[in-house]
């Protein structure tokens, strides 16, 4: 039947919904890269909270879809920005998710690494900005999880320049038990991150994190890069040293990223990858194989759906993400802890299930034109 939703413009247009899914199908871990999918928390939509009260999860609900990563092969990254850190789920949520994914992963065999980060403060002396990232790596590394060291706003916010940053770091990496990921998240994903590595000149920048990871290479397994710069990345890449890997979080730019150059080439840590768990998961298999044609052909396609979802404001992008997880079924509501659910507008939450139903994403193309026609009820769309 057909749907009408509304552009930009607030104007209705007709949309036939695509009636077959795209047939996917599970698989094992990849062989060519390593491939993390930065995955969303599900709300209790019964909790009676507030949007700045503490986060209320639904605890199999979120499992589940974490246990539905695994079985396409994807490495799960947990308590990230998709996970709404800082923007809706606390510290003490964040812990708690990191133990029960972590003893899920276990129980499954799938892998998992964690955020760490410093969001227990707002703002501190640079020894309380350490202790607070030391309480996170423990609580990760007591888990089993490998440890994701995120960007911190209280260290951006107590900084003074590049060598806070350097010593805040060196320190961290000195005492990490097992090699860590370091992540570089832009301001477009976060504000309060203007700055980070003591400069908002990204070449200056670029320079003090390369020299964090120099001095503690046997520390570092890898670096995920989230600047939605492509030409910076493999530029940044091909300066690692030998070993360390480059993990994109370019949600602009990842299938040539992921398939790389004659220089070398990116693994995977991705929020979009949320959504698009099956069908990524199939193309690096597709890659595996060494077909990197066949691996553009099926991830190309799927870019304006990302740039979309990621659009600025970017930090909403979670909104979109967990939209399309309710409406291919993998939660039986869209809501979101603090409220998150309102930080895009119908006519973005439309062209998100178009792009999406025209990708055959959704399990169930009926079920996920139910649900987009409920949405357009509660908004007044009942044509």
Known sequence: ?????????GTLRAYEP?????????GSAFTSRTVFSAAHVVADPFADTTPDGPAAVDWDATLAFRRHLW???LGVAEAMDTAQRGMGLGWAGAAELIRRSAAEAKSVGGRIACGVGTDQLTAGTLAEVRAAYEEQLTVVEESGAQA????SRALAATARGPEDYLEVYGHLLRQSAEPVILHWLGPMFDPALEGYWGSSDL???????????????DKVDGIKVSLLDARREVGLRRRLPQGVRCYTGDDFNYPELIAGDDQGFSHALLGIFDP??????EAVRVLDTGNTEGFRALLDPTV???????????????????????????QGHFTMVGGLQSARSLPHLARAYELA???????DPKLAEERMRTLLALYGVTG
């Open 1 to 9: 039947m057909t749907l009408h939703l509304p552009d930009a413009n």
């Open 18 to 26: 695509r009636t077959e899914p795209l047939a996917l199908s599970t």
């Open 71 to 73: 079985s396409h092969g």
């Open 148 to 151: 994701i060291v995120m960007a």
């Open 203 to 217: 070449d200056t920048a670029t320079d003090v994190f390369l020299q964090v990871i120099a001095a503690h290479p």
């Open 276 to 281: 698009l768990g099956p069908l990524a998961a």
């Open 304 to 330: 304006p759906l990302s740039r979309h979802l990621f659009q600025a404001p970017t930090r909403f992008y979670k909104t979109g993400v967990v939209f399309l997880a309710w409406l291919a079924g993998h």
């Open 357 to 363: 139903d025209g990708l055959g994403l959704f399990p």
